[in-house]
């Protein structure tokens, strides 16, 4: 009964076309869809959309959970990535606008169910001043913290510079997951926001896609670090080096060397700790690696497929 009332629900708010088209009931509405049905919490997700006439639009924007979506034109529909908050319980809003020409536009707005991360614990040991940082670095600290958000905001206003699927920056072992609640020294509690790979020290750690260097420098939790900027949002990060061979503002290929392996920053031990962002929203990075980018997302004119998507969980991709 439940389940038959959320579907009710989703019936009547999952994709529903407003605006000039649909009051008029010209051109029937556009369809909308996403991959994978069911997200999880922190993680990456490729929207699609067609337009009622595709050759009529002139401008389409959107966004999910509040992080701007930038679209792209694929055959006769158009894709963008977005972001789920690893905060975000049950779903998350997408709300799309489509700009026609002679003025008329639909928007579509639908919520996508997304399934709690699991969160296993693990405790471990750093050196007291990283866990409790003394008072005199909270102005550095902040500082730094502002630094990253600044770079994660300019990557909205850097067109996309990837083409290619992305690639681990290494090869190794993966030894931290995304998303596991870390207690430091038994009493500070924190979410690993990224993945790190087993490394000795001076060991290569590779750009995971083409993109700009955006940062490079010493920052307290992260040591040594480098930022790339891939655009329509997307930044990773690789934390922990040894040593730098790249600087801000040089453009890296797929694959190619950044630096090296190392132990500086808030570790227990050398390895690589790499982490990504769309905008403000953190994700698992290795849904970058594991997200087919060119296989379409399912699309859906009917109100009642989406809220049957919605209901029935699908197997994560
Ligand atoms: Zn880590």
Known sequence: MATLLRCLLALIVCVCPLGAAAAQGVAGAPTFGWRP???????????GVRPSVADSVTRIEGELAGEPLHFEVVGDEFRALGAVPLEAQDSVAARVVIERAGGASDTVIAPLRVR??????ERLHAAPEFVQPPESLSERIRTERELVEEIRRRAHDTPRLWREPFM?????AVTGTFGVV???????RS???GVDFAGKLG??????????????????FSGTTVFIDHGAGLVTGYLHLSSTLVTPGDT???????????????VTGPHLHWLADYGKLTIDPLDL??????????LTSSPGLGAKAQAEPQPDN
């Open 37 to 47: 049905r069911l997200s999880r919490q922190g993680s990456l997700v490729l929207l």
């Open 116 to 121: 709690r991360r699991r969160a296993p614990r």
């Open 168 to 172: 681990r920056p290494r090869s190794s």
């Open 182 to 188: 870390r207690i430091f020294n038994g009493v500070v």
């Open 191 to 193: 979410r690993h926001l």
């Open 203 to 220: 060991a290569p750690v590779l750009a995971a896609n083409r993109g700009v260097v955006a940062y490079v420098g010493d920052l307290y």
């Open 252 to 266: 890296v290929a797929r694959g190619q060397l950044i630096g090296r392996v190392g132990a500086s920053g808030r």
């Open 289 to 298: 690696v594991n997200l087919d980018f060119t296989a379409p997302p399912p």
